[in-house]
Nanobody
Framework: QVLLLESGGGLVQAGGSLRLSCVASTRTFANYYIAWFRQTPGEEREIVAGINWSGDMPYYSDFVKGRFTIARENAKNTVYLRMNDLKPEDTAAYYC????????????????WGQGTQVTVSS
């Protein structure tokens, strides 16, 4: 059982930055692959980025590559998503997800989910 809590969302102007945090409640955080997904109303949830146990094999969706950076601090049970050069189309609810399997990119492949944090980017 893993409990996940996202934070760091908010309202930001286009071109600005935010850092999202995902804090996990588990004794074995380093064993989990952690991913960020996002979802807008009426749309399917889509993967944004993912990170492996050691943090040296990050995954980024094409629409955020070069702007977002995912990182983890296992000692703090935390995964971060640094979002730079935000665009209005980045507006969505952002969710943290965890699974013991590596490199999953689909919602159905993740066992544990947080409640989400809203990111709104104004033009």
């Amino acid at each position: 059982q893993v409990l996940l809590l996202e934070s760091g969302g908010g309202l930001v102007q286009a071109g600005g930055s935010l850092r999202l945090s995902c804090v996990a409640s588990t004794r074995t955080f380093a064993n989990y692959y952690i991913a960020w997904f996002r979802q807008t109303p009426g749309e399917e949830r889509e993967i944004v980025a993912g990170i492996n146990w050691s943090g040296d094999m990050p995954y980024y969706s094409d629409f955020v590559k070069g702007r977002f950076t995912i990182a983890r601090e296992n000692a703090k049970n935390t995964v971060y998503l640094r979002m730079n050069d935000l665009k209005p189309e980045d507006t969505a609810a952002y969710y943290c997800a965890a699974d013991t399997q590596y490199g999953k990119t689909h919602v159905s492949e993740y066992e544990f989910w947080g409640q989400g944090t809203q990111v709104t980017v104004s033009s």
